[in-house]
């Protein structure tokens, strides 16, 4: 019944943008806290970032910090994951993840999208 999907991925040249979408559904948006995470071939699934089911409260990973912007809108149902100034290391799938408060920023989050695929070209 509760979904996540994300939308938006697709090849990006290094240095260049790309805006991920995830929207939910089967629940009331606002009442999630919502995460994005990535995992590179041959690495552990690492947090990206977080939003509060208010959206006033955010947090990053320090190798996106600058880089990256994490919002969203209630009444869409959607979170969106802005990504500039790209790089190779960039290169994972991601992946939307949804629980109450700090939990959705966690691997134990108790929701979770099937993933979208983010390439990297120079």
């Known amino acids: 019944q509760v979904q996540l999907v994300e939308s938006g991925g697709g090849l990006v040249q290094a240095g260049g943008s790309l805006r991920l979408s995830c929207a939910a559904s089967?629940?009331?948006?606002?009442?999630?806290?919502m995460g994005w995470f990535r995992q590179a071939p041959g690495k552990e699934r690492e947090l990206v970032a977080g939003?509060?089911?208010?959206?006033?409260?955010?947090a990053y990973a320090d190798s996106v910090q600058g880089r990256v912007t994490i919002c969203r809108g209630t009444a869409e149902k959607t979170v969106y994951l802005q990504m500039n100034s790209l790089k190779l290391q960039d290169a994972a799938v991601y992946y939307c993840?949804?629980?109450?408060?700090?939990?959705?920023?966690?691997?134990?989050?108790?929701?979770w999208g099937q993933g979208t695929q983010i390439p990297v070209s120079t």
């Open positions: 089967g629940v009331t948006f606002g009442s999630l806290t």
């Open positions: 993840t949804g629980d109450r408060a700090l939990e959705a920023t966690t691997l134990k989050a108790r929701y």
């Open positions: 939003i509060s089911w208010s959206g006033s409260s955010t």
